[in-house]
């Protein structure tokens, strides 16, 4: 079923008003590609009434006013992605797309949409309480962080939404206990994955440097990244704590991890795999063609690349759902009536992940003094492509499955380093799973600016090459690679990027059209860089690139200006 987003739906629903409304910055589309969807439809199964209400018009209380006020609490969310990063593009212009609005048109989604929508709901609802954040966007803004778009030290966007609590990282244990103390009457301060303010300091807590310190000082600044960076693993994180003005934000250590039928129940859910009827009259939403007929096969990431914050919110280790869990996903969506027998991807923040553990850690965490994957991947993780071969096998056997893609991208290092089965792996991609083109995240090509990104070096990404294309030969197939490249990373010079086309000409035999302008998202190592000009694990200084002009300069090195699309 889809949560209701209508007083008419409630009224037939029987339910007088709402335990629960979650408020989103993209469209409601009911599937789990979509936070807010998991996130609504996990309080349902644990008894809790839930109504959405997707990207209200701010400018009246119109929508946000149409299911009441809730009986526990709202929730907010900026949406799937960071609502700055859906805005604006990497040299601050506004984005005239919108994948995740009906109509594609970038005009439902306001900037800081979190802070928006909370101001919205006060305006609405005087003195309702409480409000409680959640997301892409309060998670990563959580602590005091780097703004790109504001160049400045924000504080903690719980003091910026004013809003009560906030839930970060992946929350369905937190929310489901965060609902159960409201409805009790109970204290909820001691949920895993919870922030809150507080006028004292509690006693267990690690302390930050203040924001005001941090604001000022690119070292503070440096410092206090790194403890909030060291304490995020459920495994080992103590409670952090950091004075914003005169009262304290406060973090309790992450949710523990949704593991085995934990996990595999959130993702077998009753999900429609549709965008609500509310919101299809207003037109197409394109997020929906690339998540409805995919499959997330695991969360979490052992990569750690420096410019990806997936790490600091769904967490390092990887947690796989099991295969049966999977082949009933699809199996299900063969019954869909619109299901035409392509599933579009399986995969997940990197798709051959699946199925691989740390034989040493065991599901309990990461390592916090080394990195699983750089500068070589790690001999305790347990590296076998053996489980995602059987997996993507089980899929094509599916009665109705005609194709399978996988679209994520793959850690090639990872392919070329698995001497058990990385060429067997390899050979099934090229043969089943590659519609035509295979992406590559290459991202740059000189070894000081990959290092910068936490990235491997080019060596792997050639063998990988060389290999793709050889058993395409074998195969009998014609399909190629494109590479994702990076340009202004913190470290690379527009030498590095004549370079890279270098590289890029006479290696890779072509010159990729995909160049990203590097954005300072918030949270990730790359934008300490960008904060501080420095190299975080050495604190030795580096070239920052930071004019509009200089960042497009370099990206120009490789897409010449008539055929550059929008950053
Ligand atoms: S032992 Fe190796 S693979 Fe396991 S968590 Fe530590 S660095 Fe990662």
Known sequence: MFLPTTAEELKKLGWDRPDVILVTGDSYIDSYFIGVSVIGKVLLHAGYSVGIIAQPDISSGSDIMRLGEPRLFWGVTGGSVDSMVANRTAIGKKRRRDDYTPGGINNRRPDRASVV??????????????IVLGGIEASLRRIAHYDFWSDSVRRSILFDARADYLLYGMAERSVVELAGCLRAGRDPRRIRGLCYISKELPADCLELAPFEAVARDADAFADMFHKFYRNNDPATAAPLAQKQDTRWLVQNPPALYLQGKDLDAVYGLDYERDLHPYYSRQG?????????????????????????AIGVHQGRAVRSRSRDSIVAEAQRMVRHPEFKGTIYDVGGPTANMYGIECRKMGGNGCCGDKRCLTPEICPSLGLDHGAQIALLEALRAIKGVRRV??????????VTADRRNGDAYLREMVRYHVSGQMKVAAEHSELHVLQKMGRPDCGSLLRFRTRFFALNREEGREQFLTY???????GCTEKDMKALRSFATQKLKLLPEQVQVFTPTPSTYS??????EKDPFTGKSIFVEKSVKGRERQKSVIVPEKKKRSL
Request: proline share 3%; aromatic share 12%.
């Open 484 to 490: 994702y490249l990076i340009a202004a990373h913190p």
């Open 117 to 130: 929508y909370c101001n919205l709901i006060r305006k609405c609802f005087k003195d309702t309480r409480p």
């Open 527 to 532: 934008t300490l860089m960008y904060r501080t």
């Open 405 to 414: 893609f996988v679209a994520s991208g793959i850690r090639h290092d990872m």
């Open 284 to 308: 197409k939403v394109k997020a929906l063609e690339t998540i409805r007929f995919s499959i997330t096969t695991h969360r979490g990431c052992y990569g750690e690349c420096s410019y990806c």
